[in-house]
């Protein structure tokens, strides 16, 4: 079966760091997406990781280990904005452009 | 750029009654999404297209649901009859053919309520 575990949700102070885990069992394996979703609004892209390592984009940065089928996508310096749900999907199988979506993670930064 | 432009953003109907909700992808891109999104479920893929052509329609609920896309820059998703059930934010989302790495856009989504 298709499995994406990720915590329900989070909460963190302004100005720390976060890390925002996802786990995942997929029959198949070609690339982990992390999307920002604010209340009302639609999920917008990320970052994406297909090889093990560390991704950096600014204050963003995501984390894949393929052997332990495990994500985590790493705030810092948070800011209020960062207030978000965060999603974590899986692209399974080769010949297909489908993606698997945990239900995601919300997070509330607080002052 | 345009985004992918999804109408209406919110729909109230009666159950029973036929909704028909509409998307214009991204110009350029030949991969269409529908999904449907409820605090219980998060996410859910139920159909893609490709060049205009459904790839996957399993994550389709049931019959009452339907999709179809007449041409690369339009596509609706129907249900008909609609039940309460049925109430949540549906999205689609537009992508290009390309590496893996190609990102799906989300359009701003519709929040249908079936009374």
């Known amino acids: 079966g298709q499995n994406i575990d990720q915590p329900t949700e989070m909460t963190a102070t302004e100005g720390a760091i976060v890390q925002i885990n996802c786990t995942y069992q997929t029959s198949g394996f070609n690339g982990l997406f992390w999307y920002q979703q604010h209340a009302g609004e639609a999920p917008t892209f990320l970052s994406y990781n297909v090889l093990d390592g560390l991704e950096e984009k600014g204050r963003f940065s995501s984390f894949l280990s393929r052997s332990k089928g495990y994500s985590y996508l790493l705030l810092k310096e948070l800011q209020m904005k960062d207030s978000a749900s965060y999603l974590c999907a899986v692209r399974g199988d080769y010949n297909t452009d489908k993606l698997i979506f945990g239900t995601g993670t919300r997070l509330q930064v607080f002052p | 750029d345009a985004g992918v432009i999804q109408s209406p953003r919110h729909e109230v109907t009666e159950m029973g009654q036929e909704v028909t909700l509409r998307c214009k992808p991204i110009?350029?891109?030949?991969?269409l999404f529908w999904y449907r999104q409820t605090m219980m479920r998060g996410l859910e893929l139920l159909i893609y297209?490709?060049?205009?052509?459904?790839?996957?329609d399993s994550g389709m609920p049931e019959d009452r649901f339907s999709a179809k896309m007449p041409n690369a820059s339009f596509s609706t998703l129907k249900i008909q009859p609609s039940e309460p059930r049925d109430s949540a934010v549906y999205f689609c989302?537009?992508?290009?053919?390309?590496?893996?790495?190609?990102?799906?856009?989300f359009g701003d989504g519709t929040r249908l309520s079936i009374l």
């Open positions: 110009s350029g891109h030949d991969y």
């Open positions: 989302a537009s992508s290009r053919t390309g590496a893996f790495n190609q990102p799906q856009h």
């Open positions: 297209f490709n060049n205009n052509v459904p790839i996957d």
